[in-house]
């Protein structure tokens, strides 16, 4: 186990724990084994999966001004709506690229799970930035949950104006537009509809 991943390391920790949880004494190494190639299997399974909606959202978002990226078993496309200075009505021009991603996850991952991030500008209290990230990623969710996409699987977080999470630190106003946007990630793909994968996924949407 020296040159086990951490991902590894807590597969073996939980395939101990499968073994545990049946034999309070000791856990067979036959048993042991089969729940780590089980836990191994069920771990490439899903990559494969976020693996395929990341390459999905990259055909599908070629034509937006949106950003695809990978992390740690998550999709994130960033900045899918901006709003106006203390504003959280969502815009026209941004509803085609939350429809784009509406579909995406209902014909090939219908069971994903999905966050909506909200921002804010630094203009204002921190508390009532929270509020409007908050109001602006409920916009959203709400948008995408008229689209198809079903209430339970679209969850809304705000991080109002974390420095940490500016596109531009400090800016407001008209300067601030960056700062004032909604991103969205996708914590779990779900197990995508093979058919619809193999026929499309090329496509634009």
């Known amino acids: ?3 086990a991943t951490p991902r590894i390391a807590a597969l073996a920790a939980a395939a101990l724990a499968v073994g545990l949880s049946g034999c309070s004494q000791y856990v067979k190494k036959s048993d042991y084994d089969a729940a780590i190639a ?3 299997q069920n771990d490439q399974n899903q990559q494969q999966q976020i693996d395929a909606l990341s390459q999905q959202m990259k055909d599908t978002f070629a034509k937006y001004d949106a950003r695809i990226t990978q992390l740690a078993g ?3 496309v960033d900045t899918v709506a901006h709003f106006g200075f ?6 026209e ?3 085609p690229m939350l429809d784009d991603f509406a579909k995406v996850i209902r014909e090939h991952h219908s069971d994903a799970l999905i966050t909506v991030e909200g921002f804010a500008d630094p203009a204002g209290s921190k508390a009532y930035n929270k509020r409007l990230g908050m109001k602006r990623a409920e916009a959203v969710r709400d948008y995408l949950v008229q689209d198809g996409l ?3 699987q679209v969850r809304a977080v705000s991080y109002g104006e974390a420095s ?3 596109v531009r630190e400090g800016a407001t106003r008209d300067q601030g537009q960056d700062n004032r946007r909604v ?3 996708v914590d779990f793909a779900g197990n995508s509809q093979q058919g619809d994968m193999s026929d499309d996924s090329g496509s634009t949407g």
């Open 1 to 3: 186990m020296k040159h």
């Open 38 to 40: 089980q836990l191994r």
């Open 74 to 76: 998550r999709v994130k």
């Open 86 to 91: 203390n504003q959280s009505d969502l815009r």
């Open 93 to 95: 021009q941004d509803k």
């Open 150 to 152: 079903t209430a339970s």
């Open 164 to 166: 940490n999470r500016q």
């Open 183 to 185: 991103s969205l990630v």
